[in-house]
């Protein structure tokens, strides 16, 4: 028997209960790890532990596979329709949105963003995209191609089969559905890793699954750590094709053991360092508001985070001014209990985190560049820091080449637009960019030359499911979102009918 | 006032009840018609008047013509994001499943078919249709072609605007699932004319779409007849498009109207007289199945129908015999009865329509190998009938008869059956028949239709495109095919850098 997780939530913005296994999810059922042990998972904003969750091993890894490619090759795969396909991930989406202010809070008690962003942006984009990958499931086309009339040449776009997928801590349950959405809707079956740090949503959807009616064995969800789980199915002989979301660092790990393992597949959402490119012919007013989401959304833990702030020297200085006091509001304005009615921001997802952000800012006091704003600690209970601004950086400081996921910005003055292109693509991470001008020539021929994945042009920050999303260079390898992850997920199969050559 | 139709259903297969109000559905409100005139809706099963429903005229074309162009402006069009209509037309098949009994047997009250067929299939393909094209509002895709780098070249698929609908008696609701769904998931208002003799379900769907949350003006419903508000229709000068299906007679008076009015854009699903060749090495039994589900499937009114059965001489006696055997079998009766295969034909226009030609294979010369018949005497219930010993140019041969009315010819020669099947002005469906793998999809390769089944027979799915080759119509529906039908291509070219 595996043990619930029950908890009452109390709140000024949500009253309401949750319970639920907080066992592996293995083959349709509930189960404790093969060693018996279990994960802390501990709350952000009070650095207490919330529960204790099953932990998963490398041997559980195999039961999963097991299960997965028995259900894969009976259950699931083709020998369920699109039509059927679809009609279970459509389930799922009502499901979730018949839970979403329970699933919202749960996010929110684990993660530690506050429960407003988590019921008005993750939780509707998760159910969003469900949604999406339900209506692609019976749409997934193979192609005729034209050779000649004593031949039927077509190409099947079959799942691959058992696929292992690594999420990451920042938006757990948003990341969930990125991954789950088209690996199921093309037929494939599961073995799912989320962060050991942020598994709460991620159990809960379990069930959801289960009551959506996927057979046992379709999604199997191991909660464990990356150095054991992760690196278990990462280099597992049975799984076919991995998605990795997270670090750069580990993104290389992943791949390495693909390709010293059966090479398989690999996609990758890694870091970036984003440039976010203000011209002196912006919206000044419009400009300020969307850098303060590109920096400070999500506590900056988002690999979007529009973190290089490169401002034109015609409007630097009331850029800087009406930014640091937008900034300061976040602060000042809205309250800092997660569970407020205006909270903006909570804390960061661990003293781990915490300590790496705070390590950054002091290098860059280190390095010299000047503290506009915060640059510390809020508070005295769990991982809260004010959001941060610096200026009077050098391209080689580390505030300015390496990704810090957290709420710190830096403002770079710039003179010339192709320095500044040129100083925007100077960086291993291409994920994404933006461009703040109100002249449409300079506007997009700045985004078509930025060597980024999304190139945003005044906005910041925006994704919709069926719009594409990955990065260039060291930011990943392909495309999630939009009909482009369906090619994740399936193998081409090209079939050849002779129907009159003679040999 | 509009009026509530109620009715208890009583049957052996199912017990029930519906209330609905019969006016036509505009703006988002049940009206009466201009002329506060009303149509009998007749039970096929009985002759007996069922119930009235408010007719249309072309005065209610105009008034719901300015309703659609109004939501398009404001509330529907792309003022409604991909992800909202598709919201709105998966809550449409939800509320369509919630009711899928009523709809099954208001259908079968209607159009005649059995309660069973109407659920196995019409209601549940309706509901499948409609949740396949939920999935497609959201990815409506453009494209972007690469030009230069000083330039920006993309297109948009941009919805029509006001779309006009004819759908036919034969599949009622379903016809309407095939025509709401690629039209609202693209963004489109629809002005939709059910048949005068099949209203029942479209206007009970009017309330569910009102439920599932439709903007008012997005889908309007006009009850009429053909030479009125099928005709206002089709040469309405705001309506952008019109999307037919019936026969082929009338098919030509709505691209007539479109082309003399303002050219708007027509796909039509016509008729069709398709082959189905059964080969010396067809698995036989099987082919004999299928071949009666071919002709025989409502009742042979069925665009698709496998109306020509053609038969290779090896086989031939074999499958006469049993595919005559088989037909005997299927029991004709009451649409609410247990075992039901097939219920009467929709109206006493068709029924003595279909007499009509079976009289003529007699005076033709053709054999009446089964039927030929009427069933009972109260209701259009017509036996299946076999005709055999035909000539190419015998009318039961040469035109679409749209009963159970099967005509078997004997071939010998592959060439000559191909060319014997095609030469027709249809090209609607075909099947082959053949376990050999060079000749069946050889086969199916050369012959001209716009479907041609391979080892089976009126086999249709929401993500396959179906339509005609020739006569037969213009455009394909179902699958992304659809879409083209109620998208208009914008391209959009922006000057990045080239200089005048």
């Not at chain 1, 290089?308 to 509001?329: H, M, N, P």
């Not at chain 2, 909202?84 to 009711?99: D, T, V």
Request: some cysteine; proline content about 4%; charged content about 20%.
């Amino acid at each position: 028997m595996t043990p619930t997780f029950t908890h009452d939530f109390n709140t000024p913005v949500y009253k309401g209960k949750s319970s639920f296994s907080t066992g592996l999810y293995i083959n349709g059922k509930f189960v404790e790890g093969s060693d018996g042990t279990t994960i802390d998972v501990i709350n952000p904003t009070t650095g207490k532990i919330t529960t204790r969750v099953a932990e998963a091993t490398s041997k559980d890894v195999d039961i999963a596979v097991d299960a997965a490619q028995k259900a894969f090759d009976t259950t699931w795969g083709l020998n369920v329709g699109g039509a059927g396909r679809a009609k279970m991930l459509g389930k799922l989406a009502q499901l979730m949105e018949e839970h979403q202010q329970e699933l919202s809070a749960l996010e929110s008690l684990n993660n530690g963003k506050t429960f407003s962003w988590a019921m008005n942006a993750d939780i509707p984009i998760a159910i969003e995209t469900i949604r999406y990958y339900a209506g692609w499931a019976d749409k997934i086309h193979g192609q005729v191609q034209e050779t000649d009339e004593k031949k039927l040449t077509y190409s099947r776009h079959e799942p691959i089969g058992v696929v292992g997928q690594i999420i990451p801590w920042n938006f757990p349950l948003v990341m969930m559905t990125w991954k789950i959405g088209p690996a199921l809707a093309t037929g494939n079956c599961i073995v799912l890793k989320p962060s050991e740090f942020t598994p709460l949503t991620a159990l809960r959807m379990c069930e959801l699954i289960q009551e959506a009616g996927f057979p046992p064995g379709v999604f199997n969800l191991l909660t464990g750590y990356g150095s054991t789980v992760g690196a278990a199915i990462a280099s597992h002989m049975k799984i076919e094709k991995i998605a990795f979301t997270g670090s750069t660092l580990v993104g290389r790990k992943v791949m390495e053991a693909a390709a010293k393992s059966n090479l398989k597949n690999v996609t990758l959402e890694l870091g970036g360092k984003n440039a976010n490119i203000i011209c002196n012919d912006a919206d000044l007013d419009q400009a300020v508001s969307w850098a303060v989401h590109g920096s400070y959304w999500n506590h900056g833990q988002a690999c979007t985070a529009g973190s290089r702030i490169f401002v034109q020297s015609g409007i630097y200085d009331e850029f800087l001014a009406k930014f640091t006091e937008k900034s300061r509001a976040l602060k000042a304005s809205k309250t800092w209990d997660k569970y407020g009615p205006d909270s903006y921001q909570g804390p960061q997802v661990s003293k781990n985190q915490f300590d790496r952000i705070m390590g950054f800012i002091q290098s860059g006091k280190d390095q010299g560049a000047t503290v506009v704003l915060g640059g510390d600690r809020n508070g005295t209970e769990g991982y809260f820091i004010n959001p941060t601004i610096f200026t009077d950086t050098t391209p080689d400081m580390k505030i300015v080449q390496e990704e810090i996921f957290g709420p710190v910005g830096v403002v770079i003055k710039f003179e010339d637009e192709e320095d500044v292109v040129q100083q925007a693509n100077d960086s291993p991470f291409g994920l994404a960019a933006a461009v703040f001008s109100q002249n449409i020539t300079r506007a997009l021929t700045i985004a078509h030359r930025l060597k980024a994945g999304t190139a945003w042009v005044n906005c910041v920050n925006q994704i919709h499911p069926n719009v594409p999303f990955g990065g260039f260079k060291q930011s990943g390898i392909g495309r999630e979102l939009g009909e482009y992850a369906l090619a994740n997920y399936t193998a081409v199969k090209a079939v050849q009918v002779n129907l009159g050559y003679i040999m | 006032m509009a009026s509530i139709f109620t009715h208890e259903f009583n049957t052996p297969i199912y017990k029930g009840k519906t209330s609905f109000n019969t006016g036509l559905y505009i703006d988002g409100k049940f009206v009466d018609g201009s002329d506060k005139t009303t149509i009998d809706i007749i039970n096929p099963a009985t002759g007996k008047v069922i119930t009235k429903v408010a007719e249309a005229t072309p005065k209610d074309v105009d008034i719901a013509v300015a309703a659609a162009h109004k939501a398009f402006d404001t509330t529907w069009g792309l003022n409604a994001g991909g992800a909202e209509r598709s919201r709105l037309l998966g809550k449409l098949a939800r509320l369509m499943e919630e009711h899928q009994q009523e709809l099954a047997a208001i259908e079968a009250l209607d159009n005649g078919k059995t309660f069973t067929w109407a659920m196995d299939v019409d209601t549940t393909f309706a509901i499948d249709t409609i949740r396949y094209y939920a999935g497609w509002a959201d990815k409506i895709h453009g494209q972007v072609q690469e030009t230069d780098e000083r330039k920006l070249s993309y297109t948009r698929h941009e919805p029509i605007g006001v779309v006009g609908q004819i759908i036919p008696w034969n599949f009622p609701l379903l016809m309407m699932s095939w025509k709401l769904g690629p039209a609202l998931a693209t963004g489109n208002c629809v002005i939709l004319k059910p048949s005068e003799f099949t209203p029942l379900t479209a206007i009970r769907m009017c309330a569910l779409v009102h439920e599932a949350g439709f903007p008012p003006g997005t889908v309007n419903l006009l009850t009429g007849y053909g030479n009125t508000v099928g005709s206002a229709i089709s040469s309405h000068m705001k309506i952008d498009k019109v999307a037919f299906t019936g026969s082929t007679l009338v098919g030509r008076k709505i691209m007539e109207a479109a082309a003399k009015t303002n050219l708007k854009d027509i796909t039509l699903e016509l008729g069709g007289k398709s082959p189905n060749i059964i080969f010396d090495d067809a698995d036989v039994d099987q082919a004999v199945n299928w071949a009666a589900h071919g002709i025989y499937w409502n009742h042979g009114q069925a665009c698709s129908a496998g109306s020509r059965i053609f038969v290779q001489s090896g086989i031939y006696d074999e499958f006469l015999e049993k595919f005559t055997e088989k037909s005997r079998s299927l029991k004709v009766g009451d649409p609410f009865a247990l075992d039901s295969f097939q219920g009467p034909q929709v109206s006493k226009a068709q029924y003595d329509r279909i007499m009509g030609y079976i009289q003529s294979g007699k005076d033709q010369g053709a054999t009446v190998h089964l039927g030929g018949d009427r069933n009972g005497t109260e209701g259009y219930y017509i036996n299946p009938t076999i005709f055999t010993d035909t000539t190419p140019d015998m009318k039961i041969v040469q035109e679409e008869i749209f009963g159970p009315v099967g005509v078997v010819i004997k071939f010998e020669d592959d060439e000559d059956v191909i060319r014997q099947a095609n030469d027709t002005v249809f090209g609607l469906a075909s099947a082959v028949f053949s376990q050999n793998i060079t000749r069946a999809l050889t086969t199916a390769h050369r012959l001209k239709a716009g479907t041609a089944w391979v080892n089976c027979v009126n086999q249709l799915h929401a993500n396959v495109p179906f339509g005609g080759f020739k006569q037969s119509g213009i455009g394909r529906e179902l699958g992304e095919y659809a879409l083209h039908n109620y998208t208009a291509v914008k391209s959009v070219q922006v000057n990045l850098g080239h200089v005048m």
